[in-house]
Protein backbone atom coordinates (compact mmCIF):
# COMPACT_ATOMS: atom_id res chain seq x y z
CA UNK A 1 0.00 0.00 0.00
CA UNK A 2 1.45 3.69 -0.65
CA UNK A 3 0.62 6.67 1.27
CA UNK A 4 2.06 9.67 2.21
CA UNK A 5 4.01 10.79 4.94
CA UNK A 6 4.64 14.04 6.06
CA UNK A 7 8.63 15.03 6.01
CA UNK A 8 10.15 16.40 9.47
CA UNK A 9 11.17 18.98 7.35
CA UNK A 10 10.22 20.58 3.87
CA UNK A 11 12.75 19.19 1.05
CA UNK A 12 13.81 22.69 0.12
CA UNK A 13 16.16 21.02 -2.81
CA UNK A 14 13.65 19.23 -4.14
CA UNK A 15 11.25 22.84 -4.51
CA UNK A 16 13.98 24.17 -7.10
CA UNK A 17 13.65 20.94 -8.99
CA UNK A 18 10.28 20.56 -9.21
CA UNK A 19 9.73 23.27 -11.99
CA UNK A 20 12.15 21.67 -14.12
CA UNK A 21 10.24 18.55 -13.45
CA UNK A 22 7.08 20.27 -14.06
CA UNK A 23 8.13 21.58 -17.73
CA UNK A 24 9.71 18.35 -18.79
CA UNK A 25 6.08 16.51 -17.65
CA UNK A 26 4.27 19.11 -19.54
CA UNK A 27 6.02 18.82 -22.62
CA UNK A 28 5.68 15.10 -22.57
CA UNK A 29 1.67 14.79 -21.33
CA UNK A 30 1.28 17.66 -23.75
CA UNK A 31 3.13 15.92 -27.12
CA UNK A 32 0.79 12.93 -26.30
CA UNK A 33 -2.20 15.50 -26.07
CA UNK A 34 -1.17 17.06 -29.88
CA UNK A 35 -0.49 13.28 -31.09
CA UNK A 36 -4.53 12.43 -29.88
CA UNK A 37 -5.31 15.27 -32.39
CA UNK A 38 -3.79 13.95 -35.16
CA UNK A 39 -0.80 16.67 -35.08
CA UNK A 40 3.27 15.64 -35.00
CA UNK A 41 3.90 15.54 -31.15
CA UNK A 42 7.57 16.17 -31.77
CA UNK A 43 6.70 19.11 -34.23
CA UNK A 44 4.19 20.74 -31.95
CA UNK A 45 7.12 20.94 -29.22
CA UNK A 46 9.55 21.95 -31.01
CA UNK A 47 7.40 24.25 -32.76
CA UNK A 48 6.64 26.10 -29.69
CA UNK A 49 9.81 26.29 -27.81
CA UNK A 50 12.75 26.77 -31.00
CA UNK A 51 10.75 28.59 -33.85
CA UNK A 52 10.36 32.11 -31.67
CA UNK A 53 13.69 32.01 -30.25
CA UNK A 54 15.80 30.05 -33.56
CA UNK A 55 13.59 30.30 -36.43
CA UNK A 56 13.38 31.79 -39.41
CA UNK A 57 11.56 34.50 -38.35
CA UNK A 58 13.15 34.72 -34.83
CA UNK A 59 13.95 38.56 -35.51
CA UNK A 60 10.33 39.04 -35.39
CA UNK A 61 9.44 36.82 -33.00
CA UNK A 62 12.13 37.86 -29.86
CA UNK A 63 11.48 41.68 -29.58
CA UNK A 64 7.62 39.87 -28.66
CA UNK A 65 8.64 37.93 -25.56
CA UNK A 66 9.17 40.92 -23.75
CA UNK A 67 6.04 42.31 -24.71
CA UNK A 68 4.25 39.26 -23.61
CA UNK A 69 6.39 38.81 -20.07
CA UNK A 70 5.71 42.24 -19.34
CA UNK A 71 2.07 42.00 -18.01
CA UNK A 72 2.51 38.81 -16.92
CA UNK A 73 5.45 39.86 -14.77
CA UNK A 74 3.50 42.44 -13.04
CA UNK A 75 0.54 40.63 -12.43
CA UNK A 76 2.31 37.68 -10.90
CA UNK A 77 4.77 39.51 -8.60
CA UNK A 78 1.68 41.09 -7.30
CA UNK A 79 0.02 37.77 -6.76
CA UNK A 80 2.88 35.88 -5.27
CA UNK A 81 3.20 38.24 -2.26
CA UNK A 82 -0.45 37.85 -1.50
CA UNK A 83 -0.18 33.75 -1.79
CA UNK A 84 3.26 33.84 0.01
CA UNK A 85 0.86 35.53 3.08
CA UNK A 86 -1.89 33.27 2.43
CA UNK A 87 -4.17 35.76 0.58
CA UNK A 88 -5.73 33.52 -2.40
CA UNK A 89 -6.13 36.63 -4.56
CA UNK A 90 -7.27 34.33 -8.31
CA UNK A 91 -9.62 37.26 -9.72
CA UNK A 92 -6.08 39.59 -11.22
CA UNK A 93 -7.66 39.44 -14.77
CA UNK A 94 -10.66 41.46 -13.59
CA UNK A 95 -7.99 43.77 -11.97
CA UNK A 96 -6.26 44.30 -15.00
CA UNK A 97 -9.35 45.09 -16.88
CA UNK A 98 -10.72 47.79 -14.26
CA UNK A 99 -7.02 49.13 -14.48
CA UNK A 100 -6.93 49.61 -18.18
CA UNK A 101 -10.73 51.17 -18.18
CA UNK A 102 -9.36 53.79 -15.57
CA UNK A 103 -6.80 54.80 -17.35
CA UNK A 104 -7.85 54.57 -20.62
CA UNK A 105 -10.71 56.95 -19.49
CA UNK A 106 -8.18 59.25 -17.52
CA UNK A 107 -6.41 59.38 -21.13
CA UNK A 108 -9.53 59.60 -23.07
CA UNK A 109 -11.37 62.70 -20.82
CA UNK A 110 -8.05 64.57 -21.58
CA UNK A 111 -8.64 63.80 -25.84
CA UNK A 112 -6.87 65.62 -27.75
CA UNK A 113 -4.88 67.69 -25.06
CA UNK A 114 -1.20 66.05 -26.88
CA UNK A 115 0.89 66.03 -23.23
CA UNK A 116 2.69 63.38 -21.79
CA UNK A 117 1.46 64.37 -18.45
CA UNK A 118 -1.09 62.54 -19.59
CA UNK A 119 -0.14 59.00 -20.22
CA UNK A 120 1.26 59.92 -16.28
CA UNK A 121 -1.99 60.85 -14.96
CA UNK A 122 -3.56 57.73 -16.66
CA UNK A 123 -1.01 55.34 -15.61
CA UNK A 124 -2.18 56.43 -12.05
CA UNK A 125 -6.01 55.82 -12.85
CA UNK A 126 -4.86 52.27 -13.58
CA UNK A 127 -3.10 51.32 -10.77
CA UNK A 128 -5.58 53.33 -8.46
CA UNK A 129 -8.61 51.43 -10.29
CA UNK A 130 -7.11 48.07 -10.06
CA UNK A 131 -6.28 48.44 -6.77
CA UNK A 132 -9.59 49.63 -5.93
CA UNK A 133 -10.91 46.59 -7.62
CA UNK A 134 -8.83 44.40 -5.56
CA UNK A 135 -10.51 45.94 -1.94
CA UNK A 136 -13.79 44.60 -3.08
CA UNK A 137 -12.34 41.01 -2.13
CA UNK A 138 -10.77 42.02 0.77
CA UNK A 139 -13.24 44.26 2.12
CA UNK A 140 -15.44 41.54 2.06
CA UNK A 141 -12.88 39.42 3.49
CA UNK A 142 -12.31 41.37 6.70
CA UNK A 143 -15.83 42.87 7.19
CA UNK A 144 -17.87 39.22 6.61
CA UNK A 145 -15.62 36.62 6.71
CA UNK A 146 -16.14 35.80 2.86
CA UNK A 147 -13.45 33.70 0.27
CA UNK A 148 -11.20 35.83 -1.42
CA UNK A 149 -11.06 33.23 -3.69
CA UNK A 150 -14.67 33.33 -4.62
CA UNK A 151 -15.65 37.01 -4.60
CA UNK A 152 -12.05 37.64 -6.64
CA UNK A 153 -12.68 35.03 -9.40
CA UNK A 154 -16.76 36.20 -9.59
CA UNK A 155 -15.44 39.92 -9.90
CA UNK A 156 -13.85 38.75 -13.35
CA UNK A 157 -16.94 38.25 -14.81
CA UNK A 158 -18.12 41.65 -13.83
CA UNK A 159 -15.56 43.10 -15.35
CA UNK A 160 -15.62 41.82 -18.64
CA UNK A 161 -19.23 42.94 -18.64
CA UNK A 162 -17.89 46.31 -17.61
CA UNK A 163 -15.51 46.03 -20.50
CA UNK A 164 -17.85 45.32 -23.00
CA UNK A 165 -20.38 47.98 -21.57
CA UNK A 166 -17.43 50.88 -21.71
CA UNK A 167 -16.80 49.67 -25.27
CA UNK A 168 -19.88 49.99 -26.49
CA UNK A 169 -21.20 53.30 -24.29
CA UNK A 170 -18.82 55.85 -22.59
CA UNK A 171 -15.31 55.05 -24.24
CA UNK A 172 -16.90 54.73 -27.82
CA UNK A 173 -14.87 56.04 -30.62
CA UNK A 174 -17.21 59.06 -31.61
CA UNK A 175 -15.71 58.59 -35.01
CA UNK A 176 -15.49 54.93 -35.23
CA UNK A 177 -18.54 54.65 -37.78
CA UNK A 178 -20.29 52.92 -35.02
CA UNK A 179 -17.79 50.07 -34.56
CA UNK A 180 -17.16 49.09 -30.54
CA UNK A 181 -14.12 50.31 -29.37
CA UNK A 182 -12.36 53.27 -28.38
CA UNK A 183 -9.70 55.83 -29.74
CA UNK A 184 -6.38 54.58 -30.74
CA UNK A 185 -4.29 55.38 -28.07
CA UNK A 186 -0.76 55.16 -29.22
CA UNK A 187 -1.64 57.80 -31.48
CA UNK A 188 -1.34 60.41 -29.17
CA UNK A 189 1.03 61.55 -25.84
CA UNK A 190 -1.48 58.73 -24.02
CA UNK A 191 0.28 55.92 -25.65
CA UNK A 192 2.63 53.76 -23.87
CA UNK A 193 5.89 54.49 -26.34
CA UNK A 194 9.06 52.48 -27.07
CA UNK A 195 12.03 53.02 -25.44
CA UNK A 196 13.65 50.26 -27.41
CA UNK A 197 11.25 48.65 -30.21
CA UNK A 198 13.70 46.20 -31.70
CA UNK A 199 13.83 44.84 -27.84
CA UNK A 200 9.94 44.81 -27.33
CA UNK A 201 10.85 47.35 -24.22
CA UNK A 202 8.52 49.65 -23.51
CA UNK A 203 7.49 51.89 -20.49
CA UNK A 204 5.83 48.97 -18.66
CA UNK A 205 9.02 47.17 -18.95
CA UNK A 206 10.78 49.37 -17.13
CA UNK A 207 7.96 49.25 -14.39
CA UNK A 208 8.35 45.54 -14.36
CA UNK A 209 11.92 46.11 -13.76
CA UNK A 210 11.33 48.47 -10.63
CA UNK A 211 8.41 46.06 -9.54
CA UNK A 212 11.20 42.99 -9.18
CA UNK A 213 13.71 45.02 -8.16
CA UNK A 214 11.55 46.32 -5.33
CA UNK A 215 9.59 42.91 -4.07
CA UNK A 216 13.01 41.54 -3.78
CA UNK A 217 14.19 43.50 -1.73
CA UNK A 218 10.61 43.90 0.42
CA UNK A 219 10.23 40.15 0.98
CA UNK A 220 14.26 39.65 1.51
CA UNK A 221 14.97 42.04 3.83
CA UNK A 222 12.16 44.54 5.29
CA UNK A 223 10.08 43.37 8.33
CA UNK A 224 7.12 43.58 5.74
CA UNK A 225 8.02 40.82 3.85
CA UNK A 226 9.33 39.22 7.10
CA UNK A 227 5.45 39.35 8.34
CA UNK A 228 3.91 38.27 4.82
CA UNK A 229 6.31 35.08 4.82
CA UNK A 230 5.81 34.30 8.84
CA UNK A 231 1.90 34.62 8.28
CA UNK A 232 1.83 32.42 5.00
CA UNK A 233 3.72 29.66 6.56
CA UNK A 234 2.20 29.82 10.42
CA UNK A 235 -0.65 31.88 10.73
CA UNK A 236 -0.94 31.21 14.38
CA UNK A 237 2.56 32.24 15.08
CA UNK A 238 2.41 35.68 13.35
CA UNK A 239 -0.52 36.66 15.42
CA UNK A 240 1.58 35.63 18.35
CA UNK A 241 4.23 37.87 16.96
CA UNK A 242 2.10 40.59 16.66
CA UNK A 243 1.52 40.62 13.26
CA UNK A 244 -2.18 42.33 11.88
CA UNK A 245 -3.63 39.49 9.54
CA UNK A 246 -6.25 42.80 8.57
CA UNK A 247 -3.38 45.15 7.48
CA UNK A 248 -1.50 42.32 5.64
CA UNK A 249 -4.80 41.23 3.44
CA UNK A 250 -5.37 44.76 2.34
CA UNK A 251 -1.86 45.65 1.79
CA UNK A 252 -1.13 42.53 -0.30
CA UNK A 253 -4.64 43.15 -2.30
CA UNK A 254 -3.92 46.89 -3.13
CA UNK A 255 -0.41 45.72 -4.29
CA UNK A 256 -1.79 42.77 -6.12
CA UNK A 257 -4.72 45.42 -7.76
CA UNK A 258 -2.15 47.99 -8.55
CA UNK A 259 0.31 45.77 -10.49
CA UNK A 260 -2.01 43.89 -12.44
CA UNK A 261 -4.18 47.57 -13.14
CA UNK A 262 -1.19 49.12 -14.10
CA UNK A 263 -0.19 46.20 -16.60
CA UNK A 264 -4.11 46.54 -17.94
CA UNK A 265 -3.25 50.28 -19.12
CA UNK A 266 0.21 49.30 -20.10
CA UNK A 267 -1.13 47.18 -22.35
CA UNK A 268 -4.02 48.73 -23.59
CA UNK A 269 -2.20 52.03 -24.17
CA UNK A 270 0.75 49.88 -25.87
CA UNK A 271 0.48 46.66 -27.96
CA UNK A 272 -2.97 46.26 -27.59
CA UNK A 273 -4.24 49.99 -28.41
CA UNK A 274 -7.87 50.38 -27.65
CA UNK A 275 -10.32 49.17 -25.25
CA UNK A 276 -12.48 46.61 -27.20
CA UNK A 277 -14.48 44.11 -26.41
CA UNK A 278 -12.17 41.34 -26.36
CA UNK A 279 -9.08 43.24 -24.89
CA UNK A 280 -8.41 40.80 -22.36
CA UNK A 281 -6.63 37.99 -23.12
CA UNK A 282 -6.41 35.84 -19.72
CA UNK A 283 -3.10 37.24 -18.53
CA UNK A 284 -4.36 37.73 -15.12
CA UNK A 285 -4.96 33.65 -14.91
CA UNK A 286 -1.46 33.13 -16.81
CA UNK A 287 0.15 34.97 -14.74
CA UNK A 288 -1.09 32.72 -11.42
CA UNK A 289 1.00 29.86 -13.63
CA UNK A 290 3.57 32.27 -13.50
CA UNK A 291 3.80 32.82 -9.58
CA UNK A 292 3.91 29.37 -9.24
CA UNK A 293 6.03 28.15 -11.40
CA UNK A 294 9.24 30.84 -10.19
CA UNK A 295 8.02 29.79 -6.44
CA UNK A 296 6.86 33.20 -5.62
CA UNK A 297 10.20 34.39 -6.09
CA UNK A 298 10.71 37.67 -7.86
CA UNK A 299 13.68 35.95 -9.93
CA UNK A 300 11.72 32.75 -10.37
CA UNK A 301 8.81 34.89 -11.65
CA UNK A 302 11.21 37.08 -14.14
CA UNK A 303 12.03 33.42 -15.82
CA UNK A 304 8.68 31.67 -15.33
CA UNK A 305 7.39 35.29 -17.66
CA UNK A 306 9.80 34.36 -20.38
CA UNK A 307 8.83 30.78 -20.37
CA UNK A 308 5.57 31.41 -20.55
CA UNK A 309 5.72 34.48 -23.00
CA UNK A 310 7.05 31.46 -24.93
CA UNK A 311 4.45 29.38 -25.00
CA UNK A 312 1.93 31.97 -26.08
CA UNK A 313 3.98 33.02 -28.73
CA UNK A 314 5.09 29.25 -29.49
CA UNK A 315 0.90 28.70 -29.31
CA UNK A 316 0.30 30.83 -31.95
CA UNK A 317 2.76 29.79 -34.51
CA UNK A 318 1.84 26.26 -34.37
CA UNK A 319 -1.95 27.66 -34.53
CA UNK A 320 -1.10 28.90 -37.99
CA UNK A 321 1.25 26.82 -38.94
CA UNK A 322 0.26 23.19 -37.30
CA UNK A 323 -3.62 24.21 -37.11
CA UNK A 324 -3.69 23.28 -33.28
CA UNK A 325 -6.38 24.55 -31.73
CA UNK A 326 -6.73 27.24 -29.32
CA UNK A 327 -7.94 25.35 -26.72
CA UNK A 328 -5.27 22.85 -26.83
CA UNK A 329 -2.21 25.91 -26.26
CA UNK A 330 -4.76 26.80 -23.18
CA UNK A 331 -4.82 23.19 -22.31
CA UNK A 332 -1.20 22.95 -22.44
CA UNK A 333 -0.45 26.10 -20.45
CA UNK A 334 -2.65 24.54 -17.92
CA UNK A 335 -1.10 20.83 -17.58
CA UNK A 336 1.94 23.27 -16.52
CA UNK A 337 0.18 24.57 -13.12
CA UNK A 338 -1.38 21.17 -12.43
CA UNK A 339 2.12 19.45 -12.49
CA UNK A 340 4.07 22.35 -10.35
CA UNK A 341 1.13 22.21 -7.90
CA UNK A 342 1.30 18.65 -8.06
CA UNK A 343 4.79 17.97 -7.67
CA UNK A 344 5.27 20.44 -4.46
CA UNK A 345 3.18 18.02 -2.16
CA UNK A 346 6.40 15.84 -2.56
CA UNK A 347 8.51 19.13 -0.65
CA UNK A 348 6.64 18.56 2.17
CA UNK A 349 5.20 14.14 1.74
CA UNK A 350 7.12 11.24 0.45
CA UNK A 351 5.69 8.20 -0.73
CA UNK A 352 6.07 5.14 1.73
CA UNK A 353 5.38 1.50 0.95
CA UNK A 354 3.20 0.05 3.72
CA UNK A 355 1.93 -3.63 4.38
CA UNK A 356 -2.01 -3.47 4.13
CA UNK A 357 -3.66 -3.31 7.94
CA UNK A 358 -0.02 -2.10 9.30
CA UNK A 359 -0.53 -0.11 12.43
Known amino acids: MIR ?43 TIFYEPLFGEFSFYYRPQLLVKATPLL ?28 CGAAVALAFYPLDSRIVFVLAVLAGMIGGALWAMIPAF ?51 ANSWIAQDLGLHWGGVAAAVAVVVIFVLMGWHVLGFQIRVSGESPRAARFAGVRPQVLVVFCMAVSGMLAGVAGYFEVSGPSGQISIDFNSGYGFTAIIVAFLGRLHPIGILLA ?55
Open 74 to 101: LIALGLAMGFRAGIWNIGAEGQYIVGAI
Open 140 to 190: LKLRFGTNEILVSLMLVYVAENLLAAMALGPLKNPEGLGFPGSRNLTQYEA
Open 305 to 359: SFLMALTYIGGEIAQNQLGLPAAAIQAFQGMLLFFILGLDVFTNYRLKLSQRGAA
Open 4 to 46: LERRAVPAAKLSYVTPVIAVVLTMVFGGALFAALGKDPIAAIR
